[in-house]
């Protein structure tokens, strides 16, 4: 199957799945679908339903209520055991008394695959994450990094339907993080794996993930590829969470001409054809989510439709563009990037200027 068909087959599907412990919401009507052959990273601070969502596919815990398949099939109450999944943990779990290459033969040991047929088949796995070469060392004569690719390849070697990751890169430094990241990244598409992994760290999502999902408070907030989530988040949380962030909070009036979002100093001025502010008009406070390198400088001067006043309080050279803080009349913060260069080295802390977008640079989520 080719990687276009299989984007649209469903490898596993979570129907309104909750999980309670006593009076402890960990899950709140979580519903998505994970398609073959993707990348879905769970997102979110901690507390927010990550490992428990992670535990209730691998079956180490049952939804209270909700249903989950795989392939089609009810896997709500399957055992673990029963379910064909790979599993890989923040502590790679190496058993320490076997070599390298029965490490990743062990799950074709539980699968009662003789041991010719387990040999040639980790070896072949252990080339792919390119440790064949090691195949008869102990796990405490690897470094961390080539330790978390065995048991990579353990979570491979038998063919998972799904493969779960739980903070795969926290255990490593952060230079090894960001190489880790898009090996694994590699080796799994290589092998054409579903992966389901979680993490708190943005970056790591956006790295090495087909699709997020973000989660807040047990609750699934929105999931989307990295772009989708950037270009149109659709909470305040979300905006902030993925990438930078300036979020105006206003108040929305509504004229003849169109919607406007405005606070002291401040002005967005939103089309009414546009169909994502059909409805702002109904409510009376909103969120403009700016992003820091879409504003432009302009001298200051009459307040204009898309734009704010404010004085530069912060100017920051870091060589391919500044960084500016510009504190605004509202006394709200701005934080913008710019790649002029030439026009902000002529501009200095304490000067009074304009900043100024178009409708495309924002989105305003209705409060
Ligand atoms: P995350 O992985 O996103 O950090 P978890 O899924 O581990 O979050 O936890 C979600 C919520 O459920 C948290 O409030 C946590 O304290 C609670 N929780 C998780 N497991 C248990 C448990 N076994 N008993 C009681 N509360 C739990
Ligand atoms: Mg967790």
């Known amino acids: 199957m080719n990687a276009v068909q299989n984007a649209t ?11 309670l412990y006593g009076p402890v919401v960990a899950l709140d009507n979580v519903s998505f679908e994970l398609r073959k052959g993707e990348f879905l990273t769970m997102l979110g601070p901690s507390g927010s339903g990550k490992t428990t969502s992670l535990r209730a596919i691998a079956g180490f815990i049952q939804p209270t209520s909700g249903r989950l398949s795989i392939d089609g099939r009810d896997m709500t109450f399957v055992p673990p055991q029963k379910r064909n999944i790979g599993m890989m943990f923040q502590d790679y779990a190496l058993f320490p008394h076997m070599t390298v290459l029965a490490n990743v033969g062990y799950p074709l040991e539980t699968r009662g695959i003789k041991r010719t047929e387990r040999e040639k088949r980790s070896m ?23 330790q ?16 779960l990751l739980d903070e795969p890169m926290a255990a490593l430094d952060k230079k090894l993080r960001g190489q880790m990241q898009i090996e694994i990244m590699h080796i799994t598409r290589q092998v054409g794996a579903t992966v389901v992994s979680v993490t708190h760290d943005q970056e790591e999502a956006l790295v090495m993930s087909d699709r997020i999902a973000i989660f807040k408070e047990g609750r699934l907030e929105q999931l989307g590829t990295p772009h989708e989530l950037y270009l149109q988040p659709r909470s305040e949380f979300v905006a902030d969470f993925i990438g ?6 206003g108040d929305v009036r509504s004229t003849g001409e169109g919607v406007f979002v405005e606070g002291n100093g401040w002005m967005a001025s939103l089309p009414k054809s546009d169909p994502r502010y059909a409805t702002l008009s109904k409510v009376q406070k909103a969120c403009v989510v700016l992003r820091p390198e879409r504003i432009c ?27 500016l803080v510009v504190r605004m009349s509202d006394g709200g913060k701005v934080n913008l990037r710019s ?3 030439a026009s902000v080295a002529a501009m200095s802390a304490g ?12 989105v305003v989520i209705g409060a």
């Open 9 to 19: 087959v469903t490898a596993m599907k979570l129907e309104g799945v909750s999980k």
């Open 124 to 146: 072949e796995m252990l080339e792919i994450v390119g440790l064949a070469h090691c195949a008869q060392r102990y796990p405490k004569e690897m470094s961390g990094g080539q």
């Open 148 to 163: 978390q690719r065995v048991a990579l390849a353990r979570a491979l070697v038998f063919k998972p339907d799904i493969v």
């Open 244 to 249: 930078e962030a300036n979020l105006l909070r």
């Open 297 to 323: 400088l302009a001298p200051a001067g009459p307040l204009s439709p898309n734009s704010a006043e404010g004085v530069i309080e912060d100017k920051i050279y870091l060589g391919v563009e500044y960084r």
């Open 339 to 341: 790649r002029d260069v």
């Open 351 to 362: 000067d009074r200027i304009c900043m100024t977008w178009t409708v495309d640079d924002i």
